[in-house]
């Protein structure tokens, strides 16, 4: 059974850097697509960057693009997030899954599964 588990959340103010980590187990890492999302409050689970197994491949929502960096160690099982730049509308539960593609990065949180329990990032204006 996969299991993932987040750290690097916490609180921040606006213009600032946050760093997330995620590592995985239970699964051959190197085979696998990753992602990371978020819910912010009130608000529905959201997209917010991708990469494929081999990381060749990474995709980030429009509102990612620019300041956050998606990366990964086959190594060390860990997918990670750089986050620069951050905007009080970056405050949500950021969670890492498990894509069902390998090679492909789709930007819909259906396509994935097994997810972290999440790490809380709230960025102060």
């Known amino acids: 059974q996969v299991q993932l588990v987040e750290s690097g959340g916490g609180l921040v103010q606006a213009g600032g850097s946050l760093r997330l980590s995620c590592e995985v187990s239970?699964?051959?890492?190197?085979?696998?697509?990753m992602g990371w999302l978020r819910q912010g409050p009130g608000k529905e689970r959201e997209f917010v960057a991708g990469i494929t197994a081999n990381g060749a491949i990474t995709k980030y929502s429009d509102s990612a693009k620019g300041r956050f960096i998606i990366s990964r160690d086959n190594a060390k099982n860990t997918v990670t997030l750089q986050m620069n730049s951050l905007k009080p509308e970056d405050t949500a539960v950021y969670y890492c899954?498990?894509?069902?593609?390998?090679?492909?990065?789709?930007?819909?949180?259906?396509?994935?599964?097994?997810w972290g329990q999440g790490t809380q990032v709230t960025v102060s204006s």
């Open positions: 899954a498990v894509s069902k593609w390998a090679i492909i990065v789709v930007a819909s949180p259906t396509t994935y599964d097994n």
């Open positions: 239970g699964r051959t890492f190197s085979n696998i697509g």
